[in-house]
């Protein structure tokens, strides 16, 4: 079913706006890795544009109407939030290619992984949200929220800062250890994103 849906349409992918997003992305990171904080850099923008779209696009979906003939078409509701939040990730590092680049090449291929798990938390994080808003007003402060809650569980110390995968980017660690502690989060996201629409 998601597949039908056309991916720019969904995620207002357009090659103008793919190249904008690139190029902003890329000038960010590049003056953030003058004073050593690419990793921080790439958190950041990986966080604002996983949460931010699918949580906006959701509930301009609903107010659409789009979103209630896809709920009630033969399509099971977990498959098209998975499908949708798989999509968006997507749709999230598509356009930061240039920007991982640059990370993977100054702090070691090894940080593909959090960039990787990170989006993906981000993205079920921002789905989940949208999930949950009614309207524009909800789904911004959602948004907000989430990302802020996000953003500064990853900076502050704190017994579980090694469990958000932006906490493994910004230490540019490659221990294998803390890449695969850093993938717990999204596996978990994930479970409870299709929890959560299953009992809707």
Known sequence: MMRGLEFRALAGQSR???ILKAAISLIFVTLAAVV?????ALAIIIVFMGVTGPTIRLVTMKMGGTFDRIIVSPVSKPRFFLEFAGLWSGAVLLPLIPCIAVVAVLLGPATIIPVLTGTILAVV?????GFVSRGLSDAHL???LVAGVLIALSLVKTPVTGLFPYATLLAASSDPAALCIS???PVIAVIVLFIAVSRS
Do not use: N
């Open 16 to 18: 103008i706006w793919l």
């Open 36 to 40: 050593g904080r690419e990793g921080l």
């Open 125 to 129: 994080a921002g789905t989940l949200a």
């Open 142 to 144: 959602a948004a907000l």
């Open 183 to 185: 993938a717990i989060l």
